[in-house]
């Protein structure tokens, strides 16, 4: 890949949610101004992690093993995985899922309002609504609504060639 940066070796890399804070010299990775140059959005780091575990609290660090072969296949394959679970319908008392798409395309579907496009969904709607070509009317509603896993980006972006294979550290704080 032209634009992907090389990066020094090591053994765990250190996703960084603050591009300001990634630098040559600590050698962190500004992961959301990594995915927003390859998926063409801003990603929240913050929200991805939390969809991979959601009782993260704020100064915590979360591990992501992508070193050995079976890990980092797992994490392609959610995230080629065309089922999204929505979260627990109270009405039905079952689960609700998407299929037909995966994370990354409902993800990319979901926009923020603009001077052309007005919102269509409220900024808190229930966990199992389908939100597919939602809009809503800030980001921040937008990133708590649905982020896709970051452990399934972190896969794709190395599947892509724009991270090294490794094992990743993410720093949850604000």
Not at 44 to 69: A, P
Request: hydrophobic share 35%; net charge negative.
């Amino acid at each position: 890949m032209p634009d992907a940066p090389e990066y020094t070796p090591r053994s765990i890399y250190m996703l960084e949610p603050h591009a300001d804070h990634a630098t040559a010299e600590n050698g962190y990775i500004p992961i959301e101004a990594v995915a927003e140059r390859i998926y063409g959005k801003p990603y929240s780091s913050v929200r991805g992690c939390q969809r991979d575990d959601e009782h993260i609290g704020n100064d915590s660090v979360k591990l992501y093993k992508l070193t050995s072969d079976e890990d980092y296949l797992q994490a392609l394959e959610a995230f080629d995985n065309t089922e999204i679970y929505l979260g627990w319908d109270s009405h039905t008392g079952e689960s609700a899922f998407k299929t037909g798409m995966t994370e990354l395309d409902y993800w990319l579907s979901i926009r923020v309002a603009d001077e052309s496009v007005l919102a269509t969904v409220e900024a808190n709607p229930p966990a199992t609504q389908d939100l597919q070509n939602a809009v809503f009317a800030d980001r921040f509603f937008a990133d708590r609504a649905f982020s896709p896993s970051l452990r399934m980006v972190l896969g794709d972006l190395i599947r892509r060639g724009e991270l090294p294979r490794g094992d990743y550290l993410f720093r949850h704080w604000w």
